[in-house]
C-alpha cells in the first residue's frame, strides 16, 4: 500500500511541476516492441505471446522482440503477484512483476490500457484499432493482491461447458481458461468434477499447460490431494473408498497423485468425504467421525511430507468445514494452525459462517467458497447468471474483513455466462477497495462501457440495473415456484410442476411491464454497438435479458403469451449456439437438468388477488438512525430494494409514518436471507412508537422449508402483530447480532391475503 502511495505522489508531484508529456509505445507504423531483462519463468512467456496477440488486434502488428524497445519487461523475486507500471528516464514502459505471475498481469494490464478488455476471446469483444498509443511521462501504477489465491471451480458443468468443450474444444478448454484466468489476475483453478468430465490430471498435458501458466491446481472440499474421486477410484481395482477398512489403498491412492505433482505450485485440499459429496464412509457415532477425520488428517501431513515437500507448514494447504464437516471440526477436530480454514455460502450466496476471533489469527487464514451457480436444492440456478453485485460485495467485503483473505474460489458452471459477477468476484479479491457500498452500480455501468463502448454503455446501464433488480426478486429459474429433491413418493422425479405463482395479478402485469422496457432499451440501442462487438452484446446482454424476460412471461401472461415466450426461449438459444458459426455451439442450454420450469406452460398459473391498505418503506428510506461501533450504510444494487441497509449490532434505524386507518395490523419486516456470521443467533428487535419490543430471529436451518423459501425469495420475511391508532408513529428496528441486513418494510391492514412483493412507494 505504502509503495501505490507514493507512486501515485510521484504523479501527482510530476503534474503540478507541469513534467508530463506523452511517451509513445506505438508510432502508428512501426511494432510493438519488448525486451526482456534477466531470466522469467513460463507463464511470462505465455503472457507475452498473449501481448502479442493483443497488439495485433489493436494495431494490426504482432508485438517483436527488440533491443532498443519501448517496453521493458522485468521478473522480480517477490512473493505476491503484484506488479509496477512506469516510465525509466529512457522513456520506456517498464513492466516489473514482484514475481512471474505479477510479471504476466502487468503485460496484460497494458493491453487492458491498449484497450483489450479480458473477454476478448471468451465474450467476442474485439478491440478497436489504435493509430498510436502513449502514456504520460510520470505515468505510474503499482498493484498487490488483497487475496493470495484467486480462482474459480468449474462446477456443474454438464449442460453448458461440458457439452461446448466435447464439440469444439477438446483439450484446449482448459488453456482458453488459463488465458481467462490470467486476464482477470487469477492464479487457481478447482478443474471439473462431474462424472461426464475426465479427471484433470488424466489428461496428457493439462499439468504441464497449468504450470505453464502459472496457475495454481486445486479441488474441491471431497477431492482430497488433488484427487478426482469420481473419475479416478474404481472401487473394482481398489476396493472400497473406506479409510477404516481399506486405509492402505487409500493412501496408495493419495501417494500416486502427490508424486506425479511433485516441484509444481498446487493447493492440497485436507480430508475426506465420500466418492460422490457424501459423508465419509466407515464412521457412524459422532466419536468415530471425529476419530476417523482426525487420522486422516494426520496421515495426509506426513503424506505431503514425505512424498511432497518437508516442509509441510509452508505447503498451501486448505481445509473446508462443508456440511457435515463443519460440526466434526466444531465438536473438537485439530487442524494444523498452518492450514487455511475454507468458509462457504448457502449455494445461493449467503455466508453461512465467518471465522471467529481465534480463527481469524491462524497462520494459514481463511477463504471463502461461493457459489454464483447451484444445482440442488430447493431449485438449481444453472441457466443466467443473476446474482446482485450488491450481495457477492456485502458478502465478501464481510468475509475480507473477517480475515478471509488466502484463497476465494467462485463455483462457476461456465464463466462466460457468469462474466459480469466472475469479474465484480475477481476484481475485489484482487483489490478489496476497488468497489465499495456505494459505488457497485458505477462498477457494472464501467464494465459495461468497457465491453461496449462509452455511448452503449452508459445508454443500456439502466436497464441492466434494472435486470438484476426483477431478478433479485425472483431468479428466472425460480419463476415456476417449482423445487428438486423432493420426497419421489410423492412428486414424480422429486421435482414439483409449475401450479401457481406468489404473485398477484397486479405485480404479474408490473414485472412484465418492466421486462419490456428494458427488453426495449437494449434493443434500441443494438444497431450503434460497434463492429466486431455484435456477438458479445448478443451474448451477454440481449440472450440474458430477453430469455429472463420470456420467461418471466411464460409464466404469468395468458396462454397464446405464454407459449410464444417458450418458443421465444429456444429461438433465442439457438442463435446463441449459432453465433460466430457455431463457436459456442452447444454451450447454452434452455432447460439445464430439463427441469419442469423450462418446459411449456399448458394453463395460465393462478396469481392471489391485491387487495388491502397498506403503508411501505424501502429500508434506506429512514428517518433517523442510532449507531453502535459501527454507522449503518446503504448497499447499491441489493435486495428487492436495490439499497438494503446492513445495520450493525446495537444500531437501530428509526422511521416516522402516518397511518390512516386505525386497528389491527401485520407488520412485515423483509431482511436479506443472511445467516449467522458467528456461532450465535441472527436476531433482531421491532418496535412501534414506545411500546414493547417484539425481539425476531432470522435464523433457519440449513435446508429447513422456511430456509428454502427464504433463498427463492431472495428475502426472509417476518411478521408481527400489531395495534395503530391514526396519526403519527414511529417504526425502528434494532439489531441485536451481526449480519443483518434491512430491506423492505410495510404495514398491511389486509392480514389475511397472501404476500410476496413489497411495495417500493412510502403510502398506498
Not at 430477453?546 to 417458450?566: F, I, P, V
Amino acid at each position: 500500500m505504502m509503495k501505490k502511495v507514493l507512486c501515485l505522489l510521484t504523479m501527482m508531484w510530476s503534474t503540478l511541476a507541469g513534467l508530463a508529456a506523452d511517451v509513445v509505445w506505438f508510432d502508428g507504423k512501426n511494432p510493438v516492441t519488448y525486451t526482456v531483462r534477466g531470466k522469467t519463468d513460463p507463464v511470462v512467456t505465455m503472457a507475452l505471446q498473449m501481448f502479442s496477440d493483443d497488439m495485433e488486434l489493436v494495431t494490426g502488428m504482432r508485438a517483436v522482440l527488440s533491443e532498443e524497445a519501448s517496453i521493458v519487461v522485468i521478473q522480480g523475486k517477490g512473493r505476491d503477484d503484484g506488479f509496477r507500471l512506469s516510465i525509466n528516464e529512457k522513456g520506456q514502459v517498464v513492466v516489473e512483476g514482484h514475481n512471474a505471475r505479477g510479471t504476466a498481469y502487468g503485460l496484460l494490464e497494458l493491453s487492458r490500457i491498449a484497450g483489450v478488455s479480458p473477454w476478448v476471446w471468451w465474450g467476442d469483444v474485439r478491440p478497436h484499432s489504435r493509430n498510436s498509443l502513449t502514456l504520460p511521462s510520470d505515468f505510474c501504477l503499482e498493484h498487490t493482491p488483497s487475496v493470495a489465491y484467486r480462482g474459480i471451480f468449474i462446477n456443474d458443468e454438464d449442460w453448458s461447458i461440458r457439452r461446448w468443450s466435447t464439440d469444439n474444444m477438446g483439450p484446449q478448454t482448459y488453456r482458453r481458461l488459463f488465458e481467462l484466468l490470467l486476464r482477470l489476475r487469477a492464479n487457481t483453478i478447482w478443474p471439473a468434477m462431474h462424472d461426464v468430465s475426465p479427471g484433470f490430471f488424466t489428461v496428457a498435458g493439462n499439468k504441464e499447460m497449468a504450470d505453464s501458466f502459472g496457475i495454481v491446481i486445486g479441488t474441491s472440499h471431497c477431492e482430497p490431494l488433488l484427487r478426482n474421486n469420481v473419475a479416478e477410484w474404481d472401487v473394482k481395482q481398489r476396493g472400497a473408498y473406506n479409510y477404516i477398512t481399506n486405509r492402505q489403498a487409500v493412501q496408495e491412492y493419495w501417494k500416486e497423485r502427490l508424486k506425479e505433482v511433485r516441484g509444481s505450485e498446487e493447493l492440497f485440499t485436507l480430508g475426506m468425504r465420500g466418492i460422490h459429496d457424501g459423508s465419509m464412509e466407515g464412521v457412524k457415532t459422532p466419536e468415530e467421525k471425529l476419530q476417523g477425520l482426525q487420522q486422516v488428517i494426520d496421515d495426509q501431513r506426513q503424506l505431503i511430507r514425505r512424498y511432497y515437500n518437508k516442509d509441510v507448514e509452508h505447503v498451501p494447504q486448505v481445509f473446508i468445514p462443508y456440511k457435515e464437516v463443519l460440526e466434526i471440526m466444531e465438536s473438537g477436530l485439530r487442524v494444523p494452525d498452518d492450514v487455511t480454514l475454507m468458509w462457504c455460502d448457502d449455494n445461493y450466496g449467503y455466508l453461512t459462517r465467518l471465522p471467529d476471533e481465534a480463527q481469524q489469527q491462524r497462520t494459514g487464514g481463511g477463504g471463502v467458497y461461493y457459489h454464483l451457480s447451484y444445482w440442488g436444492r430447493p431449485h438449481d440456478y444453472l441457466w443466467l447468471t443473476t446474482t446482485q453485485p450488491g450481495l457477492i460485495y456485502t458478502e465478501m467485503r464481510a468475509a475480507y474483513d473477517h480475515n478471509c483473505r488466502r484463497l476465494w474460489i467462485a463455483n462457476v458452471h461456465d464463466p462466460k455466462v457468469a462474466a459480469y459477477d466472475l469479474e465484480l468476484f475477481l476484481d475485489m479479491a484482487w483489490d478489496i477497495n476497488r468497489v465499495t457500498p456505494t459505488t457497485i452500480a458505477q462498477h457494472l455501468e464501467r464494465w459495461l462501457t468497457t465491453q461496449f463502448g462509452a455511448l452503449v454503455g452508459h445508454a443500456i446501464f439502466p436497464a441492466m440495473r434494472e435486470f438484476y433488480h426483477l431478478n433479485a426478486i425472483r431468479k428466472p429459474e425460480f419463476m415456476g415456484w417449482t423445487q428438486v429433491e423432493l420426497d419421489k413418493r410423492k412428486y414424480p422425479g422429486g421435482k414439483s410442476q409449475p401450479e401457481s405463482t406468489g404473485f398477484s395479478l397486479t405485480e404479474a402485469y408490473r414485472r412484465m411491464d418492466a421486462f419490456a422496457r428494458i427488453e426495449a432499451t437494449v434493443d434500441v440501442y443494438r444497431p450503434l454497438v460497434m463492429e466486431g462487438r455484435q456477438d458479445a452484446y448478443f451474448a451477454h446482454i440481449l440472450y440474458p435479458v430477453h430469455a429472463a424476460a420470456a420467461m418471466t412471461r411464460k409464466m404469468l401472461a395468458g396462454e397464446e403469451d405464454s407459449q410464444r415466450a417458450y418458443e421465444e426461449i429456444q429461438q433465442l438459444t439457438e442463435q446463441y449456439n449459432n453465433m460466430l458459426g457455431g463457436k459456442w455451439h452447444g454451450l447454452m442450454s434452455a432447460s439445464p437438468r430439463n427441469l419442469p420450469v423450462f418446459g411449456k406452460v399448458r394453463t395460465r398459473l393462478p396469481q392471489h388477488p391485491s387487495a388491502g391498505l397498506f403503508i411501505s418503506r424501502n429500508a434506506c428510506q429512514y428517518d433517523g438512525y442510532t449507531a453502535a461501533d459501527k454507522t449503518p450504510y446503504t448497499v447499491e444494487m441489493l435486495g428487492h430494494s436495490m439499497q438494503a441497509v446492513v445495520l450493525p449490532r446495537n444500531s437501530t434505524l428509526v422511521y416516522e409514518f402516518t397511518s390512516e386507518a386505525e386497528g389491527d395490523a401485520i407488520l412485515r419486516t423483509a431482511l436479506i436471507p443472511t445467516q449467522p456470521s458467528d456461532r450465535g443467533d441472527l436476531r433482531y428487535e421491532v418496535n412501534i412508537d414506545d411500546g414493547p419490543g417484539t425481539i425476531i430471529s432470522l435464523k433457519e436451518p440449513f435446508r429447513s422449508e422456511q430456509w428454502k423459501l427464504n433463498v427463492l425469495r431472495g428475502q426472509a420475511l417476518k411478521q408481527t402483530p400489531i395495534r395503530l391508532t391514526k396519526g403519527r408513529h414511529r417504526l425502528s428496528i434494532k439489531a441485536l447480532d451481526e449480519h443483518i441486513i434491512v430491506d423492505q418494510w410495510m404495514i398491511d391492514f389486509c392480514k389475511d391475503r397472501e404476500f410476496y412483493v413489497i411495495p417500493v412507494s412510502q403510502q398506498h
